[in-house]
Nanobody, 128 residues
Framework: QVRLVESGGGLVPPGGSLNLSCAFS????????MGWFRQSLGKDRDFVSA????????RYADSVKGRFTISRDNDKKMVYLQMSDLKPEDTATYYC?????????????????????WGQGTQVTVSS
């Protein structure tokens, strides 16, 4: 059984930074593609970023490119999302997700339908 627990959310002023973490419980973390999604009130859950099992290949939503960085530590079974230059429109609940599919190493999915396991989410609020 896979369990994901996010942490690191909070209130930050525009232009600020925040680092999210996701702790993975279960077997073979290194075989999972890991992703971050976010959902604002009344909106769909949207893709933010994902990272392949090796940690080499990543994908970002256009809205966060250049501001967010995803990384993983397979030994610690952790995935991270470093967020900088935060904007009010980044306000959302951020969810960590895991995908066990056996992809080509260079492929990183971005559809929430591809992800099999989800955390409970951590709230990020960008406001002055």
């Amino acid at each position: 059984q896979v369990r994901l627990v996010e942490s690191g959310g909070g209130l930050v002023p525009p232009g600020g930074s925040l680092n999210l973490s996701c702790a993975f419980s279960g077997r073979t973390f290194s075989q999972y593609t890991m992703g971050w999604f976010r959902q604002s009130l009344g909106k769909d859950r949207d893709f933010v970023s994902a990272i392949g099992w090796s940690g080499v290949y990543t994908r970002y939503a256009d809205s966060v490119k250049g501001r967010f960085t995803i990384s993983r530590d397979n030994d610690k079974k952790m995935v991270y999302l470093q967020m900088s230059d935060l904007k009010p429109e980044d306000t959302a609940t951020y969810y960590c997700a895991a995908d066990i599919s056996d992809y080509d190493p260079m492929f990183v999915p971005e559809s929430k339908k591809d992800f099999d396991y989800w955390g409970q989410g951590t709230q990020v609020t960008v406001s002055s």
